[in-house]
């Protein structure tokens, strides 16, 4: 490492420095604080940072109970499921063994479809996909946890609340195809799903826009005077960016209902979460910041984020206030497909996170508690495997970027506009007459 | 020399310039430890320092900001926005701060901060990750906009634009970071070894910012572009058998007025191309400097290639790109008898 030595090019500078910029104070040594980073590749995987509350040792607060009151609920960690599979303590949902058993089937489902995404990518059917692997619990146990009728604000990240809405896959899978009976016409990259029915935003690409939207549809709920509320998700690197700061401020000054959920996965493609502000203190403790109430949940924790999110969804729709829910979890696969995460971490992690695998736990919850056994487990993976490829082969008969049957490409000049302005016309009959171009033509 | 691709060269321009200035210093997400998601600062945070070659929050905003601040106090910050998509949460501090505290301050304070950002399509990359905003920039008074074509310019503007003690919004056309490119998808891409502007010098040297390239004389038309399509212009003109000089502009703001003029007023026909969006596009005013200054001499109407006016859609990239068969079009018209 090369450090400057900036009073040797002060010296033979001067004549640059020509308005009054002061380097004459610089220290030889720079003192900037730069967030550590625990292990990267050839290192050991080390969580000792993360801060842990032991299985049910979390009170529970009433749904009413005013922020400022409940600030330990952003610095603690709610957790459920203790190490030997029970469920403890007082933010037990005490849901119906089949309830559970449904929310097994659609993370199960999410983790499959993943999987044979990745594979349709890396053989070229698709352009790009995203996993969410380990991060099931967040997606499936909180869209279960509110009602159909309240919209949800996804990230790329969160294919779960789409999966546990229902969502057929054939069509999620069209979308990634970019096919003739894509939702959103060929105009978007894979995994960018939305369904007004089913109320699932539309996804961004661009990062933590949807956050204080969120907000805004829950004001409208108020203002309208309905009890449905709004859901949004968002990862921790992209909590930095602006938008995270207006949700939670329009959010605190209408105590709109709504719940904004980070998911912290601890990666930022290769950037670790310090960078974006996680080291010093929690993100959930943001929220009390804003006057709003914070709870860090354990996201790998079926129970645990079920019982967090029906608390907030409680308080939201009785006009308590909003909340941020930290949901600590990690991301065991690459940011995308266009990443390599054994360029910047360390190799096995996952194995080492010391809140396990959502799936495992709450497998294993079940098998003790309710009556799940391996043959069962087995025969769903199964089950869920067969569907999935039945649905993809379905999905491609609607076409592929590779072969047809293509869309139009004169669906590009839809939907700019209601109706169509004229210069779009023009250049659609352009680009049909370049198609017809046959020494182009591919 | 040594042959580098156009993202070897970028990074070569910042290793020269981090090791000649120790007020240089990097800054974006993912530029530290990991490189950048095109690799474009690989291997310089180990090189120079983690204070120097910073990871940052994800945060446009934040990044141009703390840059202004930065530059304020006598650092000369080169930020990443890791998509010229991305580079909008960055927008207020770009325009009514970087752009006007010369202005506002009677040059009392002044911020030398270069913006990098790789733009453009090519690369299936939808409508989040193939935007062209340059024109955006171009509007803003006080911003110099700069957009290679090539690694030979590329490490030189670069450097020419970290010098500058204006800043600069630095456009990185990424479907040419790993050679050029002539429009036709279909084709096996060609490496940079196999152009001679992949052949760029190790050490220091400048391209200077406002000065155009005539990439190609010629008698028949002239063609103004600039990034990508210089080269998709290049491939038309020589497809349809046209002796086209084609201009590179290289740098928007300043524009070189003269050799776009000079050039018009000899061929006394000209076809503008670029990537962005039509309307309100920079063509239009490459258009008007055209008319304004050559119009006595124009054989035909002027013609511009450009993306359609939609988002850039992901399915149709190709019929959005401005291709070959697009540039027929426009060689049609400008080229009809006089």
Not at chain 1, 3 to 17: A, F, G, T
Not at chain 1, 100 to 121: A, I, K, S
Not at chain 2, 177 to 184: A, L, Q, R, S, V
């Amino acid at each position: 490492m090369n450090i400057p030595d900036y009073s040797v090019w002060l010296n033979e500078n001067q004549h640059s420095i020509d308005h009054g910029r002061k380097l004459t104070g610089m220290p030889r040594t720079p003192r900037l604080h730069l967030p550590p980073t625990p292990a990267r590749p050839g290192e050991s995987p080390d969580f000792s940072y993360l801060q842990l509350s032991p299985a049910g040792a979390v009170p529970r607060p009433d749904v009413n109970a005013r922020a400022r009151d409940i600030g330990y609920l952003s610095l603690e960690l709610v957790r459920v499921l203790d190490d030997a599979h029970d469920a403890v303590g007082p933010w037990h949902p005490h849901l119906d063994p089949a309830e559970l058993q449904v929310g097994l089937r659609h993370m199960l489902l999410t983790r499959t479809y993943d999987d044979r995404m990745q594979r349709n990518q890396r053989s070229g059917k698709i352009t790009f996909y995203m996993r969410s692997l380990g991060e099931e619990a967040v997606s499936v146990a909180q869209c279960m946890a509110l009602r159909p009728g309240d919209m949800l604000f996804p990230s790329y990240r969160t294919q779960g609340l789409h999966i546990a809405r229902g969502l057929p896959l054939v069509d999620m899978m069209c979308q990634l195809l970019s096919n003739t009976r894509d939702m959103c016409k060929g105009r978007q990259l894979p995994v960018m799903y939305h369904s007004a029915a089913q109320r699932l935003f539309s996804i961004s690409g661009n990062l933590a826009t949807q956050f204080p939207q969120a907000v805004g549809w829950a004001m409208a709920a108020a203002i309208k005077g309905e009890d449905d509320l709004a859901a949004a998700w968002i990862g921790e690197g992209s909590s930095a960016e602006a938008d995270f700061h207006h949700a939670l401020l329009f959010a605190a000054v209408y105590q709109a209902p709504v719940i904004l959920n980070l998911v912290n996965n601890q990666w930022a493609i290769s950037t670790f979460q310090g960078y974006a502000g996680g080291e010093q203190r929690s993100f959930a403790a943001r929220g009390p910041g804003y006057g709003i109430a914070g709870i860090r949940v354990d996201g790998n924790d079926f129970l645990a984020v079920h019982a967090v999110t029906q608390w907030a969804a409680e308080r939201a729709r009785i006009g308590a206030g909003p909340t941020l829910i930290e949901l600590v979890t990690y991301r065991a696969a690459a940011h995308s497909t266009s990443d390599d995460p054994s360029r910047y971490r360390a190799k096995d992690d996952y194995a080492h996170w010391p809140l396990g695998d959502p799936i495992e736990r709450l497998k294993a919850h079940l098998i003790k508690h309710a009556g799940w056994t391996e043959e069962r487990h087995r025969a769903l993976v199964e089950e869920l495997d067969a569907q999935v490829a039945a649905s993809w082969k379905e999905a491609v008969t609607h076409g592929t970027l590779v072969d047809g049957p293509r869309l139009d490409p004169d669906l590009m000049f839809e939907d700019v506009f209601k109706v169509m302005p004229p210069n779009l016309e023009r250049q659609r009959a352009a680009m049909r007459a370049e198609r017809s171009d046959a020494r182009w033509r591919k | 020399m040594a042959q580098m691709n156009l993202t070897q060269a970028l990074n070569s321009a910042m290793d020269v310039m981090l090791g000649r200035d120790p007020t240089v210093v990097l800054m974006g997400e993912d530029v530290g430890y990991f490189g950048g998601v095109f690799r474009v600062t690989d291997g310089l945070q180990r090189k120079y320092g983690a204070h120097r070659v910073l990871d940052t929050p994800i945060a446009e905003g934040g990044i141009v900001a703390a840059a202004i601040g930065m530059a304020v106090n006598g650092l000369r910050p080169v930020a990443e926005i890791q998509f010229a998509d991305y580079i909008y949460p960055g927008f207020d501090q770009i325009t009514s701060e970087l752009a006007r505290l010369r202005y506002r301050s009677a040059g009392d304070f002044y911020a030398p901060v270069t913006i990098r950002t790789p733009c453009g399509g090519g690369i299936r990359g939808g409508q989040t990750h193939s935007q062209s905003p340059e024109a955006v920039f171009t509007h803003v008074c006080g911003l110099n906009v700069v957009m290679p074509s090539n690694p030979y310019d590329a490490k030189g503007l670069l450097i020419a634009s970290i010098e500058e003690d204006d800043p600069v919004i630095f456009f990185e056309p990424k479907r040419l970071y790993n050679g050029p490119f002539d429009g036709d998808p279909a084709k096996p891409a060609a490496p940079w070894s196999t152009h001679p502007k992949g052949e760029v010098p190790e050490g220091h040297y400048r391209v200077p910012l406002g000065k155009a390239e005539i990439v190609r004389p010629g008698k028949d038309l002239t063609i103004v572009s600039y990034g990508t399509m210089v080269h998709v212009a290049a491939a038309a003109a020589s497809a349809h058998g046209l002796d086209a000089e084609i201009i590179d502009l290289r740098s928007l703001v300043p524009l070189d007025v003269d050799t776009i003029c000079d050039s018009v007023r000899k061929t006394g026909r000209c076809v503008i191309a670029h990537e962005a969006t039509r309307f309100s596009g920079f063509g239009a005013e490459i258009l008007s400097v055209v008319q304004e200054n050559c119009f006595w001499d124009l054989q035909a109407p002027i013609q511009r290639v450009t993306g359609w006016d939609t988002p850039y859609p992901h399915a149709f990239e190709w019929e959005y790109f401005p291709s070959q068969a697009r540039f027929a079009a426009a060689f049609r018209v400008v080229m009809e008898p006089a």
